[in-house]
Nanobody, 125 residues
């Protein structure tokens, strides 16, 4: 599975951005797709995830209520819509995927085998 993340850029605090994660090589069927972010000097942290089968979604507390995650079956793409962006959200955002991750490990980067190259998001205050 090859993942291509896109959609990052410069945004003002309070505005919105939508990131995309497109898969090639195989479909996302039965996969869990997650978004992580890594700010300079910090560890990679979980942002959100979606189970392709069934569409269950999961969010870090820091983005709950502001971010949404969705999927497009036809395009084999996952979207992360980020609303009300905060300067603390400045980071490189990565999408990742793995078959059948149980909830306990959903937020762990180690649970994901496949990773995209990252897309940079800068939020100015």
């Amino acid at each position: 599975v090859q993942l291509q993340a896109s959609g990052g850029g410069l945004a003002q605090a309070g505005s919105s951005l939508t990131l995309s994660c497109a898969a090639s090589g195989r479909t996302f069927s039965q996969y869990t797709v997650g978004w992580f972010r890594q700010a300079p000097g910090k560890e990679r942290e979980f942002v959100s995830a979606i189970r392709w089968s069934g569409g269950s979604t999961y969010f870090a507390d820091s983005v709950k209520g502001r971010f949404t995650i969705s999927r497009d079956n036809a395009k084999n793409t996952v979207y992360l819509k980020m609303n009300n962006l905060e300067p603390e959200g400045t980071a490189v955002y990565y999408c990742a995927a793995n078959p059948q991750i149980i909830i306990t490990y959903m937020s762990s980067p180690n649970a994901y085998r496949y990773w995209g190259q990252g897309t940079e998001v800068t939020v100015s205050s």
